[in-house]
């Protein structure tokens, strides 16, 4: 079945720690995202990518990273500097060209907590 | 202001009732516009694209009022399944989808 797959489901780090949230899709999309998501609030754009070994920052990117060195996989790394990083974090995909039909598909999300 | 800012919720409903939600944008360059729903604890999934000239599908109608910046969606019929939170969603500079914060809605027997 074609779909993102996002690990792990749920992880606890103590502060101070890095943390990487893998994100993996087979439906052949140009354009990767990572968004985060607050009690009560919509999601943020954190990072995105429309190529491969390209991305660009989004509305909250500091005191994250990612790469995109294959087209199927697209990391994010929660590094120490983050602030406040106990949330839960959406990657999402699109057919790039297509991106204004809104045709994000999202992984089932990872819900991190920081202890 | 808020780019994309939803009606504050929770909606509480019977099963059969009618509810509405509207949401306002402020980039009025935006060409783009979806309803997304989201299950407690899941991703969201999209619903259905808004068109200038309004669409329906089954029990949902979504429309754009771009004079005034705000796109609606209606939920006729209301049933216990149609309870989640509706996220309006607005494409942005650079192509970018922005997210409202959400309204949810809770369909009661």
């Known amino acids: 079945d074609g779909g993102i797959t996002q690990s792990p489901k749920y992880l606890f780090r103590k502060e101070g720690q890095n943390v990487t949230l893998s994100c993996e899709q087979n439906l052949n999309h140009d354009a990767m995202y990572w968004y985060r998501q607050d009690p009560g609030q919509g999601l943020r754009l954190i990072y995105y990518?429309?190529?491969?070994?390209?991305?660009q920052k989004g509305d909250i990117a500091e005191g994250y990273s990612v790469s995109r060195e294959k087209k199927e996989s697209f990391p994010l790394t929660v590094t120490s500097a983050q602030k406040n990083p106990t949330a839960f974090y959406l990657c999402a995909s699109s057919i790039f060209a297509r991106v204004s039909t809104g045709e994000l598909f999202f992984g089932e999300g990872s819900r991190l907590t920081v202890l | 202001r808020k780019e994309v800012e939803q009606d504050p919720g929770p909606f509480n409903v019977p099963e059969g009732a009618t509810v509405a939600f509207n949401c306002t944008y402020s980039n009025s360059a935006s060409q783009s516009f979806f309803w997304y729903r989201q299950d407690c604890r899941k991703e969201p999934k999209l619903l259905m694209s808004v068109y200038s000239s309004g669409n329906e599908d089954g029990r949902f109608t979504a429309q754009l009022n771009r004079a005034s910046q705000y796109i609606s969606l209606l939920i006729r019929d209301s049933k216990l399944s149609d309870s989640a939170t509706y996220l309006c969603v607005v494409n942005g500079q650079g192509g970018k989808l922005i997210f409202g914060q959400g309204t949810e809605l809770s369909v009661k027997p």
């Open positions: 990518s429309q190529i491969v070994n390209d991305f």
